[in-house]
């Protein structure tokens, strides 16, 4: 095969494979850019989340998918078409909202085989299809309750069998738990992604819950103010957040300026100030500014001050909490900056047991658990005493 071909026959499998597409697509309210020139493709057959805070432009970017907005710019492809200028109705696509707007007056079986009558389904049919889809969302013997006669976790699962039941090409949830507590919201999550598993339709999933979003997902785009700023599994986004927005959006995180005094053999060294440095490992250029991120959990306090060594730094325990099966201290640096730390209780010998506010402790880390952020925010130096 020459390698002409190749390259071709690659594209062709390529194409096939992605259920939806955005191609530099930007969309503006008057003045306000809610999605700007967001490149994404979305694999068939994938669980992908749309993820951040309120206002990035998730559900507005659902919306585009679902044909009820047009972007301004770019191009939306579904199934490798373009399908601007069609009509929501004609996308193969079908949406679940947190609000699950149920007929009231009709039952929970023709509730769910309401689509197929539109598509003029006979009776027998769209009934058979629909007892299947509740059946699917384990909601069965309810057939002909009324949707107020069901609970909000189980009105969700109505409304999620009503858009199964249409076998869409791909299904856009927008925070569909949204509305549930605490602990049914935990229950749904496991449903959603068994069925998901087995009905094997593309899920483009809305919420502003980083837990829900790396629990359940193959892939997490983590957007803030209307750009996706990192694309990748839920273990990348957090083992190796690549902006400090994600990195403090995912999980917590401390933060370490400082500048960079050693960079060699792909480690370096970066003197936070007051005799901290921080070692870890990639690459960066020698005298910049840079902003180091280190999970509470990769961070260990050990009773007295520090040994001035790399990767320690001495400081005092402000606060100490018990998390259930974890326990943090939060301590303060000598810099003035405080670091969250934080323990599993299930260890047989927990170091954290036996420190108290007030406390002078040395923080340490290994060099694997420094995250290179980019440039530190401030450029201006403290002033050191
Ligand atoms: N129809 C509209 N007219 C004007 N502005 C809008 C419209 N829809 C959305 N916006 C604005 O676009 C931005 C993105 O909104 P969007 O609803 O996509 O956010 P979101 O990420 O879904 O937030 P949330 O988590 O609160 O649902 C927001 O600033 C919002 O105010
Ligand atoms: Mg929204």
Redesign the pocket.
Known sequence: MTQATADHASAAVTSEEIDVEFRAVTKR??S?T??SSVNLRVHKGEFLSLL??????????LRMIAGFEQPDEGELLIGGRDVSGVPPYKRDVNTVFQQYALFPHMSILDNVAYGLKQRRVSKKERHQQAAEALELVRLVGRDTHRPSMLSGGQQQRVALARALVMNPRVLLL??PLGALDLKLRKEMQIELKRIQDQVGITFIY?T?DQEEALSMSDRVAV?SN?VIEQLDEPRAIYDRPLTPFVADFIGDMNFIDGQVVEAADGGFAVDAGQGVVVRGRGDVARGRRVRVGIRPERMAAHPGGGDGRANSAPSEVVTKMYLGDQVQIVARLASGSEVIVREQRTSADPALDTINPGDQVAITWDEAAPHLLGDAPHAVEKETP
């Open positions: 309210f008057g306000l809610a999605v951040g805070p309120s206002g990035c432009g998730k559900t507005t970017s927008d925070e809305v502003h957007m209307g």
